[in-house]
């Protein structure tokens, strides 16, 4: 069943410098930044302007110039500065020096391209007790191995402009069940999607996945205005699989250096531990069941 509402826009919304200086001051408590009560009744969240603007050591109008949009450049002093007020995190400071101008712009990135190379498919073939994607920067899955098919889904069943991650985890109810805590892997998705729209906000696949995204579920919806950013980093899923049970896999992602818009993922289990069992059981009944499928494929021709 399809969310219905009104889109937030494309990647950038027009003003992604002054939207994302907007939420992280909303977000930020006044009490933990060491500014002193003034008795003055607080109309919104987090810090005024004008206590961002003295926590920076900025003037306040140059605040509201920079969250109406009046203004993108900015040294690169003021953006630590402003980093350091919003206390932001690594990931969220290398964003704000994404959106903001702080130097000459540079050529328009060309569109990711989607070639995957024979040494690739092979490498992931060859995989065959690792569940492992080929990603682009959209979270398009451009190509699987046969465990990752075990795993999560059969993305050949899938139309090919369906095979994103990202959308996967939001409008697929089968895959959306596999996650433990949903909620969390699908906060993930949005920051990692937003840090991407700042680091490309013309892509025009990128804009329409946002764009689809935000009509048909009202979490992507409000989670992505929240301007939350995380680039990509190891870390651990908790999956609730119709076959095994639960299973809690690190997820490894690494550069493709002949294709740096790609990066390969894949899904490893602790030596020793039960999920390593559970993902080994999984990945020998998929083969089982493949082989069988193919025995019965064959029997049909033969008759």
């Not at 939207?19 to 008795?39: C, E, I």
């Not at 002093?77 to 350091?84: F, T």
């Not at 980093?233 to 690494?254: E, N």
């Not at 818009?261 to 602790?270: E, R």
């Amino acid at each position: 069943m399809e969310h219905r509402g009104s889109p937030s826009g494309g990647p950038s919304g027009g003003n992604e410098l002054g939207d994302f200086l907007r939420a992280r001051r909303a977000a930020l408590d006044p009490h933990r930044s060491g500014l002193p009560d003034d008795g003055r009744l607080r109309r919104v969240p987090g810090l005024r302007r004008e206590e961002l603007a003295q926590l920076a050591h900025v003037s306040p109008d140059y605040v509201v110039r920079l969250e109406q949009g009046r203004t993108r450049r900015v040294s690169r002093p003021v953006l630590d500065a402003l980093a350091d007020a919003l206390e932001l995190a690594p990931d969220e400071r290398a964003y704000l020096f994404t959106v903001a101008d702080v130097t000459q712009a540079a050529p328009a990135r060309q569109p990711a391209r989607q070639q995957v190379d024979q040494q690739l498919r092979q490498l992931l073939d060859g995989m065959h007790g690792i569940p492992a994607l080929l990603l682009n920067r959209r979270q398009d899955v451009l190509a699987w191995n046969a465990a990752a098919v075990a795993l999560l889904i059969d993305f050949s069943a899938l139309p090919p402009g369906e095979r994103n991650l990202i959308r996967l985890t939001f409008l697929d109810d089968a895959y959306r069940a596999l996650y433990a805590d949903w909620p969390r892997a699908a906060r993930e998705c949005v920051a990692v999607l937003r840090m991407e729209a700042g680091r490309n906000p013309g892509d025009p696949a990128l804009t329409a996945l946002v764009g689809e995204l935000s009509v048909r579920d009202p979490d992507f919806r409000a989670w992505w205005g929240s301007h939350q950013v995380r680039g990509p980093r190891q870390l651990s899923k908790t999956y609730r699989h119709p076959v095994v049970g639960p299973l809690t896999l690190d997820v490894q992602q690494m550069s493709v250096d002949m294709q740096p818009d790609q990066h390969l993922v894949a899904y490893t289990a602790p030596p020793g531990s039960p999920s390593q069992e559970a993902l080994r059981f999984l990945l020998q009944w998929s083969a089982h069941t493949a082989d069988r499928q193919d025995d019965h494929a064959t029997d049909g021709k033969g008759r």
